[in-house]
């Protein structure tokens, strides 16, 4: 949804998307067969860490009045209010999810309860 909402955000600019596959890919196929409930936030994590940092660069590049060639500062309030405000929750969301489940996973006795009542509440959340 959010990234129909920036595509029609960029055309309505006049810009040329141009869809394709990721050239730097965080993982692999073979990788998420191997994952687990904490690898999987870490994944989960480190791409949103990825989107935040393109945002960023992207930001940076449009925001600067003295770079008269990109400066765009309606595209930046756009990436301000629509993508880096929200990548930043994604990450602070993540990155406490993740540290709530290593406690979880480290309490040997309440192991497998615990990892359900959180599958749970993330299901709830979501």
Do not use: W
């Not at 990721?22 to 196929?29: G, K, Y």
């Not at 989960?44 to 393109?54: F, H, S």
């Amino acid at each position: 949804e959010d990234t129909i909402d920036l595509i029609k955000y960029q055309s309505r600019r006049g810009a040329n998307v141009q869809l394709g596959e990721e050239q730097n890919s965080i993982h692999d196929a073979a990788n998420l067969l191997k994952s687990n409930e904490t690898s999987s936030l870490k994944l989960a994590l480190e791409y949103e860490k990825t989107l935040a940092e393109e945002a960023h660069m992207i930001h940076k590049k449009i925001s600067h009045a003295n770079n008269e060639e990109h400066y765009d500062p309606d595209v930046a309030h756009y990436l301000d209010e629509k993508l880096i405000e929200y990548q930043s929750g994604q990450i602070r969301k993540l990155s406490g999810c993740i540290t709530n489940l290593n406690d979880i996973i480290n309490e040997a006795n309440t192991k497998a309860l615990g990892v359900q009542l959180f599958d749970e509440y993330l299901a709830k959340v979501e």
